[in-house]
């Protein structure tokens, strides 16, 4: 058997290293939030740090979620975490409806203009968000549509970038398929829902994974369109623990604790369907 090279071993050892190096980078920085939710707010910052608290302090969890009497200030923390929930689970489901229907037509669907209407469709990627902000503004005031979760809800129903990602899943599947399902009697409508949406499923999930913690983590939109309690979702109630001159970090790292758990469970869900599905669109461009 023919050994491998030394420098082989070396790049391979070095390389191993850097990774191990980068992930604990990554890493450290949850662990001790993970610990500081768990101090009183005394201990966060005591040097040396202690990675494992010699006492878990539940009570900051308490103090976020207004349980009990452990805490005179009520967060509202309970119901923002709901109002992410809704808009996010909506926004995702949204999103995804539009951008498998337009990834389709633009894929399979070939009528005049259609490379225009794709290209013009893309342009929208090279206009900031940042820059629609007072269009989008004197709109939604018009319509009425302030502190209400519309104003977060309904752009997310054109989304490029994800129309852009389903199309190139549509292209990668064989038409075949699609004018043997039409041979046999079945409509477009039938065709899309029976035959090709099956083949890019780990398409959707990997778009629907990315769309959801795209809108659990928009913080500018609810900034400006939401000034109502009753409506912040979870970056705006999070603001709370952070003052002028004091800032809880217990009772900060405690409320980002508990926003992280919805994030890993999908991505825990979607993981399989992640890597599958961003490869299936660059079968075919």
């Known amino acids: 058997m023919k050994k491998a090279p030394v420098s082989k071993k070396v790049t391979t050892a070095l390389i191993t290293i850097l990774i191990v190096a980068v992930t604990l980078v990554m890493v450290i920085p949850f662990v001790w939030m993970l610990s500081a939710s768990f101090k009183t ?10 990675w494992i ?8 969890y308490k103090k976020v979620l207004s349980i009990g009497t452990t805490s005179s200030t ?33 894929a399979k669907l070939k009528f005049k203009g259609s490379n225009v209407l794709f290209i013009i469709y ?19 005031s018009q319509l009425g549509w302030m502190n209400t979760h519309l104003s977060l809800i309904v752009p997310k129903i054109i989304a490029v970038s994800s129309t852009f990602m ?21 409509g477009e409508y039938r065709a899309f829902a029976q035959v090709m949406l099956p083949l890019v499923k780990p398409a959707i999930a990997a778009t629907a994974t990315v769309q959801f913690l795209d809108a659990w983590n928009s913080y ?29 970090y ?19 869900c979607g993981q399989r369907f992640f890597l599958k599905g961003l490869s299936v669109g660059a079968v075919k461009g």
């Open 41 to 50: 707010e005394a201990d966060v910052m005591k040097i040396p740090i202690e």
């Open 53 to 60: 608290p010699k006492y878990f302090y539940i009570d900051n």
């Open 74 to 106: 009520n967060y509202h923390f309970p119901l923002a975490y709901f109002n992410s929930i809704k808009v996010a689970v909506i926004s995702t489901v949204v999103a995804i409806t539009s951008a498998t229907l337009a990834g389709y037509a633009f």
């Open 122 to 140: 893309l342009a929208q990627m090279m206009v900031p968000s940042q820059l629609t902000l007072i269009p989008r503004f004197v709109i939604f």
């Open 166 to 186: 389903l199309r190139q899943s549509f292209l990668g599947t064989p038409d075949e398929l699609r004018e043997a399902a039409r041979i046999d009697g079945a």
């Open 220 to 248: 500018l939109d609810p900034l400006v369109f939401i000034s109502n309690w009753k409506k912040w979702t979870i970056p705006l109630a999070l603001n709370q623990f952070v003052g002028s001159e004091v800032t809880q």
């Open 250 to 268: 217990n009772l900060t790292m405690a409320a980002c604790c508990l926003a992280v758990v919805p994030v890993f469970i999908v991505f825990l």
